[in-house]
């Protein structure tokens, strides 16, 4: 997506249509359970009494969970930074599994907007079995320039 020529930018993607050729065979699943998505909510600011209703609980104590690894503490195929005016580096930690091929090898492919360095550590991920899993890590750094073009702005990491 490009600003330039789509005014909602990221906001214009939507659900999208679903192959189901190849929902039946996603190749890396980004595992996410009950407690994942309690960590992130703490992470968020969210008090333990306002998620209990929502874990069927009469409270949760946000202090004493381990934090979610990375940036956002989510193992999420999206990622989302909110740029500063001043230098920016945010670490996201990630984890998939192999739900494809046994011998199966992703390579990385990063795009990135002006102002904005994306590496990924390891750039390749190779499994020798189904079921195995895997962990990377994302860098963002951010200039302050890159905000001064853009509201929003779009960068992508396929594996592939």
């Known amino acids: 997506m490009s600003r330039k020529l789509h005014n909602e930018a990221e906001f214009a993607y939507g659900a999208g249509q679903v192959n189901p050729r190849r929902a039946v065979n996603p190749g890396l699943v980004y595992d996410m359970n009950d407690?994942?998505?309690?960590?992130?909510?703490?992470?968020?600011?969210?008090?333990?009494?306002?998620?209990?209703?929502?874990?069927?609980?009469?409270?949760?104590?946000?202090?004493?969970?381990?934090p979610g690894l990375g940036y956002d503490a989510l193992n999420y195929p999206t990622m989302q930074l909110a740029l500063k005016n001043e230098p920016t580096t945010a670490v996201f930690r990630r984890r998939v599994t192999n739900v494809g091929p046994p011998l199966s090898i992703y390579?990385?492919?990063?795009?990135?907007?002006?102002?904005?360095?994306?590496?990924?550590?390891?750039?390749?991920?190779?499994?020798?079995?189904?079921?195995?899993?895997?962990?990377?890590?994302?860098?963002?750094?951010?200039?302050?320039?890159?905000?001064?073009?853009?509201?929003?702005?779009?960068?992508?990491?396929?594996?592939?």
């Open 107 to 160: 390579n990385a492919t990063i795009r990135s907007p002006k102002g904005v360095e994306i590496t990924v550590r390891p750039m390749t991920l190779s499994f020798t079995r189904s079921l195995k899993k895997r962990s990377f890590t994302v860098v963002v750094k951010a200039k302050p320039s890159a905000i001064s073009s853009s509201l929003v702005l779009s960068g992508s990491l396929l594996l592939r």
């Open 35 to 66: 407690m994942n998505y309690i960590q992130f909510l703490c992470h968020e600011g969210y008090s333990g009494s306002s998620l209990a209703p929502l874990i069927g609980s009469k409270s949760v104590n946000c202090s004493s969970l381990i």
